[in-house]
Structures are given as C-alpha cells and as structure tokens.
C-alpha cells in the first residue's frame, strides 16, 4: 500500500463514521511506524471518541504497534470516554500476549477492575486473563458476582469467571454466550 493509501486510512479514521472501521480493520496490519504514530495521534488528539477509540484499537491489535504506553494511559484516563478506554484494554490484552508486561501496565489493567464502569470492568478483565496477571485474582474473584451486563457481550461477572480459567491454566476457555 502507497505512504498516501496509508495516510487516506488513517484520515477515513479520524473523520469518517461511515467506513472508520473498516479502515481500522486495514491499519491493523499495518507495518509502517510513521503511519502507527499517525494512527498514535489520533488517540491521543482530541477528535471525535469513535475515532479515537478506532486508532485504540488499530493499535492493539497491529502487531508491529509499541503502543502499550499510549494504550495503558487512556486506559487509565478516567477522564477519558468509556469507548477509548475500552478499546484501550482490549487492546492492551492483544497486543501484550506472549510477552513481558510493565508493572506500571500491570498495576493499571488491576486497578480498572475496580472502575465504575461495567464496560471498563469487563474489558480490564478480558485483558487480566489474556495476560495472565495473577495478581488480579482477587479483583477478579470478587467480580464473578457483578451482574452488569455489557451490550452485544454477557455480564461482567462471566468474563470475571473467563479470566479466572485463563489464570488457572485453562487454554481457550469457551467463551460465555452473548446477551
């Protein structure tokens, strides 16, 4: 793909409600830094949330992305939309998979179990589980009785519970069924 194909994306990004997450979809595999730091400032620019949340998540799940940093500080923004910091934990839990994870993530992704919102709850608990964070065993433990539900997902609860069989060693526990 051409440096102004990369560049049209990353605009169809920040602008475009219509096909922004398509244009998500093709940045993900992506392998360029300067259009990883475009798609960088998009998150970190005071655009439209949709767009922002859509640059959270090109990069947590492009692989060549060192964005884990930019993605754990809107996570922990409480500041910030419920949609970027979703995005930003999931994420979190993509692209740190296999690999080392800062304390300063780790202790980020924890603290967010405990977050007002449900979503947010939710997400930092898909992201404790896919990243095996033992310490949050205890959050998480005590989440398996959250009954708030996140739309298109399950409760709160059951992805406590998903993360929990991921810490206990499952591989590929089922995921629970959709609400």
């Known amino acids: ?13 920040a602008t475009d409600e219509v096909n922004r997450w398509q244009a998500a979809r093709a940045l993900s595999s992506v392998d360029d830094a300067r259009t990883l730091r475009r798609v960088e400032r998009v998150l970190e620019g005071d655009g439209d949330e949709e767009g922002r ?26 500041e910030e939309s419920v949609v970027v910091r979703t995005h ?21 992704i924890v603290s967010c179990l405990r ?41 709160v609860g059951e992805e406590a519970e998903w993360a929990l069989r991921c810490l206990d060693g499952e591989e590929d526990p089922p995921l629970p069924r959709p609400r």
């Open 88 to 108: 930003a934990a999931e994420g979190l839990g993509h692209l740190l998979q296999g690999g080392p994870v800062l304390a300063e993530i780790r202790a980020t």
């Open 115 to 155: 977050d007002p919102e449900p979503e947010v709850r939710f997400w930092s608990s898909f992201a404790a589980g896919a990243l095996d964070l033992q310490e949050s065993r205890p959050y998480l433990e005590q989440l398996r009785a959250d009954e708030a539900s996140v739309e298109g997902w399950w409760t």
């Open 53 to 78: 949340a859509a640059a959270a998540y090109v990069l947590g799940f492009n692989g060549a992305s060192d964005a884990s940093d930019l993605l754990a500080e809107r996570l922990a923004d409480p």
């Open 1 to 13: 793909m051409s440096v102004f194909g990369r560049r049209k994306l990353v605009q169809t990004l």
